[in-house]
């Protein structure tokens, strides 16, 4: 049995396995969808299929909405060409709970895929095309915190970003040009107002989207490539919710891949992107799954808070975003990576098996980040903690690993641990010097840096845009060499771009000098660190 449509209709399917099927007329959707397109999406991954998508189809299948989802993908065609298309737009989901149990289901809330590439003439044109309709609501985005960027560290803007300035909204090649063009498009057939909402993990995700689109445009009306009256309609006509979204969806699971052969699928096969990215026509998530969203919505949206989802405002959206990245989850996740590497662990959840780093997440998020988090008051703080402590990162079925984790770090450590510092700093009763288990991890982080495990062996560092400058500054080290650690360490601790604060003004860089110096004395340094701060 191949994965595509005719699985809707299959009686076999039905009877031999537990796999859900949609409820909705799938041909009418797509019919209502093409016609009068509602909402896009750019960014489709994993995160997309297991909760987005599967969010507009309980909609759907409780007839409290007619239209599905068309999927973009915002720079390459390879998901959408080998994943995608070849299945008919159907993913399958599969919720992997706690207790060993799956939840089979079939996503048929994506009606289109399309590529958004300006060579594809045929898939341009599509997307042009539903971006001036006025009954489009919504364009969304799962593009990681990558996708919002223009400029380089050293503040110049990327490649493609300087060319799209240059050539304005007919040759755009950056992903943020293509979007700024077809809100100018928009802008030129009608002026019709839509909401842009981003649904990446960075913070303030709303603002970073509209920062980033008037970046674009007020160049462009400098240089007279764009009417003037462009700039308020992006600020008038369209808004950019902020978000924060949660739900662990790692790469498939072999063990999922061979239970749906069992089912009958001949088709399961993995596809790896030229980027590395995983992807197959199935998706494996958790179970749990949070969605707060800014109720800023200027041309209507999808009845989403019958699905669970939390609208709110800004500020709570703020808050819970902050509760969730800086404190509760995030930097437990980043924690596990990084020393999950280091020993030699290959999975999230058998890292919780370890008494030891059970015990160092808790004193990260218990003794030194519950200090500074503020309530949100739509979901309780303790609450969100424990069930990661205790229920998420322990799910064995969740194949999600350190080393998927530890990707681009150093975009991630500001927020993570930065902010905690800066809330310390900022306090009149707690001190950025008495932390130890936030500054342990940043020892932790320049030692995975390395590239050599507890045991003295190499091992492949996750991808990180800023690798190859920090591996510069940190030189060739060898587990027990006698170093100068201030001169090595000092241009990385001091910098406020990685860290959002300087290390030593806060008055833990000398700390972080401490503990690295302990790590790399010897093999095993890492563990026996470990044990000497925690015990």
Request: proline letters at 4%; hydrophobic letters at 35%.
């Amino acid at each position: 049995m191949y994965f595509n449509e005719e699985c809707l209709t299959s009686q076999e399917l039905v009877n031999k396995t537990n796999i859900k099927l949609p409820l909705f007329n799938r041909r009418q959707v797509k019919e209502n969808t093409k016609k009068n397109p509602k909402w896009i999406h750019f960014g489709p991954g994993n995160i997309f299929r297991a909760f987005i998508a599967n969010l507009q189809q309980s909609l759907l299948d409780r007839g409290e909405d007619d239209c599905g989802i068309i999927a973009v993908a915002p720079n390459n065609s390879e998901i959408i060409d080998k994943i995608y298309r070849p299945h008919d737009n159907l993913s399958l989901l599969v919720t992997m709970n706690a207790d060993g149990s799956n939840e089979k289901k079939i996503i048929a809330s994506i009606t289109e895929s399309l590529t958004c590439d300006m060579q594809n003439k045929v898939d341009w044109e599509r997307i042009e095309s539903i971006c001036i309709a006025g009954s489009l609501q919504i364009m969304s985005f799962t593009i990681t915190e990558k996708g919002y960027k223009l400029k380089k560290d050293n503040g110049e803007y990327l490649e493609s970003v300087k060319q799209d300035l240059q050539m304005g909204p007919s040759q755009v090649k950056s992903f943020m040009g293509k979007i700024t063009s077809l809100l100018y498009k928009r802008y030129l057939n009608g002026a019709k107002p839509v909401s842009l909402v981003s649904m990446d993990n960075c913070s303030h995700n709303g603002i970073v989207l509209h920062d980033a689109i008037l970046d674009i445009a007020k160049i462009w009306i400098d240089r007279n490539l764009v009417k003037r009256e462009f700039q308020q309609y992006l600020e008038k006509n369209i808004t950019y919710p902020c978000t924060m979204i949660d739900k662990i969806t790692p790469y498939p699971s072999e063990k999922i891949q061979e239970e749906l052969k069992q089912d009958g699928f001949n088709d399961m096969d993995f596809v790896v992107s030229s980027r590395g990215s995983k992807y197959a026509p199935f998706v494996n998530a958790e179970k749990t799954e949070y969605l707060v969203v800014e109720d800023s919505f200027i041309n209507g949206r999808p009845a989403l808070e019958k699905t669970g989802v939390i609208f709110t405002d800004r500020a709570t959206v703020d808050k819970v975003e902050k509760m969730k990245v800086c404190t509760c989850l995030n930097p437990l996740h980043t924690a596990l990576a990084i020393f999950g590497c280091l020993l030699g662990y290959t999975s999230i959840s058998s890292e919780m098996n370890s008494p030891l780093l059970r015990k160092l997440v808790e004193k990260i998020g218990y003794d030194e980040g519950m200090k500074v988090v503020i309530d949100p008051g739509v979901i309780l703080p303790k609450e969100f903690i424990e069930k990661c402590i205790n229920e998420r990162f322990p799910n064995s079925a969740i194949p999600d690993t350190p080393q998927r984790i530890a990707c681009d770090t150093s975009q991630k450590v500001a927020i993570r641990f930065g902010e905690t510092i800066k809330a310390y700093m900022k306090s009149n009763t707690l001190k950025s010097e008495d932390l130890v288990y936030i500054p342990l991890t940043i020892a932790a982080w320049c030692r995975y840096l390395l590239g050599i495990d507890d045991k003295g062996n190499e091992f492949s560092i996750s991808p990180d845009p800023l690798l190859e400058v920090l591996q510069s500054k940190l030189g060739n080290i060898n587990l027990g060499d006698k170093i100068n650690v201030h001169n090595i360490l000092e241009d990385i601790l001091s910098d406020s771009k990685i860290f959002g604060v300087n290390l030593y003004d806060a008055g833990i860089g000398e700390k972080i000098e401490g503990y690295f110096l302990e790590m790399i004395s010897k093999k095993n340094g890492v563990e026996i660190t470990l044990n000497k701060y925690l015990k």
